[in-house]
């Protein structure tokens, strides 16, 4: 469902932290390793809970999903990265406003980030349409 590399030990859509993530589509010695020169700031299960409105049950069922980006800390608990709560609001805005079940809102999420993709590679480069970004 996601053709993007996820960090090292992430669960999830593409995890993002402070581990190597490592880039290329082999494994060999010329594979560029980056590192987080900033420590990413992390979210337990229960401040997510908390910030988005959910049971934390059901936030766990999204990332055994693969809908929300989550990875485990030293204890084997669940952390987030602060962007947890918009994805968790744009799910439910997905779920109830359009009924998606939840593998159409895993490709709905995967076809808006590739849009948001496209978008700022097209203000990289400076050829912009006339018309601003519908999402």
Known sequence: MNDRPAGAGGIGRAGVGARPVRTGADTTASTAVRYALVPVPRLS??????????????IRRFVALGLVDAERDSAGRLVFDATAPVTLARIQRLRTGLCL??????????????????????RRAGTRSETPPWT
């Open 101 to 122: 079940n939840y593998a159409s809102i895993g490709l709905v999420l995967d076809l808006l980030d590739r849009i948001s993709m496209l978008e700022a590679a097209l």
């Open 45 to 58: 299960l229960a401040a997510v809970a908390l910030r988005s409105g959910l049971h934390p049950e059901l």
